[in-house]
């Protein structure tokens, strides 16, 4: 009778942490907006699953003899590690409102903005080896055509002004244009949300 209780809290255990992976999974993606744009919330949303973190700099630090302190998750290491399988198989991005000027590529003022603060965490010692692909996306009032060749305008105007203005590599930054084939609110087509800029850092 004990076996079989322990086993069915086993099983719940396990449908819980499986649950628990499946909502991160499905959690909304998030989109800032030109003023909640940050440099460390960037470089949190870009830095590649397995790259150095606290954790691993806390052992270096124990092994020098250096003590610090580091943040442990609260996941149980069954949960953490199918966690950490999840996040990895989906690539690091980062949308942000990007405003333009209506009907073309030109970037507002806001707009720049933000895209300074990008520049900033792509040059931080945590992203300086990473390369991205900056995604952009329309809404699906127009054409198809005109909304992928508007959403590639745009991408490649965020990736001129990063290497422009802050002279970020070529071979770092591509620009692809998705169109509106990846709505974020689909039932709502004039939602601001639909017209974002996303930045996925490319796999090493």
Known sequence: MKLNARL???????????????????????????????????????TPAGAPDDTAQAAEGAASGVRTRSFRPALRPA????????????????????TFITNSADLTAGAK????????????????????????????????ELNLKLSQARAESVRDYL????GLAAERVNA?????SALMKPSEPAAPENRRVTIVAQPS
Do not use: C, N, W, Y
């Open 8 to 46: 069915t809290t086993l099983a719940l255990a396990a449908l819980f942490a499986t649950g628990a992976v499946q909502a991160q999974d499905k959690a909304p993606e998030k989109v800032l907006r030109e003023g909640q744009v940050t440099q460390q919330a960037l470089i949190d949303a870009l």
């Open 79 to 98: 949960a953490a590690a199918a966690g950490t399988a999840a996040a990895a198989a989906q690539p690091a991005r980062a949308s942000i409102l990007v």
């Open 113 to 144: 903005s933000a895209l300074d603060v990008l520049a900033a965490a792509m040059k931080s010692d945590k992203l300086a080896a990473v390369k991205f692909t900056i995604e952009g996306h329309a809404d699906p009032r127009g054409s198809e």
């Open 163 to 166: 290497m422009g203005t802050h």
């Open 176 to 180: 692809v244009g998705k169109g509106s």
